[in-house]
């Protein structure tokens, strides 16, 4: 075994709930700050032999990471392994000088920022916090501080936007000129809140996903950013690759382990996932014993109709090698026709055309 070469830590403490969020999260629980990071470095202990020597990326993803209380950011960080990329998320209304100077101090060199939209209505559809001001403040403390690797969330499809108002976020965020924009169709569960108050609006918007994806292509592309993954978008530089090399491990397949509550974990054909239970969580690590956990075998094919999925949502051929069997090679040949699809040898790709159909051409070409 040689190790997973990305590590994944989650924070799930917030400052608000936002309705449409349904990642493992607390509102507040100041006080449980320092239990968890301990609960984290105990799990790492026990877990670092699935870790390889020499990690490529560390993400501290959430929840939000930059809530943690200051000391406690501090002694985490000081304690991961080395890598080479380490993102951490940041919501705009927790970076303060303080904090983008000891996470720069600390060794991280990429900031992901969630600032959603520029729209003070529908930051508060979504119960966002931040207010546009707030984005822009904090991605100038995050430039000022030494920052040279910025990343933007935006989040498309909300309740009562309009295609003017996704114009005018991609305007104000490239306005700022941040090195990768991550823009993503608003997803709702259903029986949530956030469907409850918002369910007609959100059958409007559905119909409106492709024209609002369309958008965001045309803009960032002609603004000189890089279309390399279905949501995601970078600049082009001479001498560093400026795409999300940690969530890159994912889309190619690699290993990787969680660590943290309702973490997931997925290492040599196994797939775990930790118990979304906070209390449960920090009782078992405060006892030495890993956290409970749900297991999951992956079969060969689940690895390869992954792997095919995943693979195609990315801007560079994927190598028939461990998939050949899972194509049909007569729909190949159709949609290839279609101009959807390009078979190279032993390669795949979908057209331009094909990667805004997404994931309705992928589903097609499995036998």
């Not at 830590?9 to 507040?28: A, E, I, Q």
């Amino acid at each position: 075994m040689t190790g997973a070469s990305h590590l994944y830590l989650h924070l799930p403490f917030c400052s608000s709930r936002c309705g449409y969020c349904d990642f493992v999260t607390v509102v507040g629980r100041f006080d449980e700050h320092g239990s968890y990071v301990a609960a984290l470095l105990a799990e790492l202990e026990l877990e670092r032999n699935r870790l390889a020597t020499r990690l490529a990326t560390i993400y501290l993803g959430g929840g939000t990471p930059t809530l943690l209380q200051p000391a406690e950011l501090a002694r985490l960080l000081a304690a991961l392994p080395p890598c080479d990329e380490l993102t951490v998320e940041a919501n705009p209304e927790t970076v303060t000088p303080t904090v983008a100077a000891l996470l720069h101090d600390a060794g991280v060199d990429r900031i992901s920022l969630g600032a959603q939209t520029f729209q003070p209505d529908l930051l508060r559809t979504l119960d966002r916090v931040a207010s546009p001001d707030d984005v822009r403040r904090a991605f100038r403390v995050l430039r000022a501080a030494g920052f040279d690797n910025i990343s933007l969330d935006l989040i498309y499809g909300i309740p009562g936007q309009a295609t003017s108002a996704l114009e005018h976020d991609l305007a104000d965020a490239l306005s700022l000129a941040p090195e990768h924009v991550s823009a993503y169709e608003l997803e709702a569960k259903p029986g949530t809140r956030f469907t409850h108050t918002h369910g007609d609006e959100l059958i409007r918007q559905a119909g409106a996903m492709e024209t609002y994806f369309e958008l965001v292509v045309e803009r960032l592309t002609a603004t000189g950013y890089r279309w390399y993954e279905t949501a995601n978008f970078c600049l082009s530089a001479d001498d560093r690759d400026l795409r999300a090399q940690h969530n890159l491990g994912y889309w190619l397949g690699h290993d990787y382990l969680g660590l943290g509550v309702g973490a997931v974990s997925t290492i040599e054909g196994s797939r775990w996932r930790n118990a979304p239970s906070l209390g449960r969580y920090l009782a078992a690590l405060g006892r030495g014993e890993r956290p409970p956990r749900r297991d999951e075998e992956l079969t060969p094919a689940m690895q390869q109709t992954e792997r095919l999925m995943l693979g195609l949502r990315l801007d560079r051929p994927l190598a028939f090698d461990g998939i050949d069997e899972l194509l049909d090679d007569r729909e190949v040949e159709r949609l290839a026709g279609l101009g959807l699809v390009v078979r190279d040898g032993g390669a795949l790709a979908l057209t331009e055309r094909g990667r805004f159909l997404g994931g309705g051409v992928t589903a097609r070409l499995l036998a």
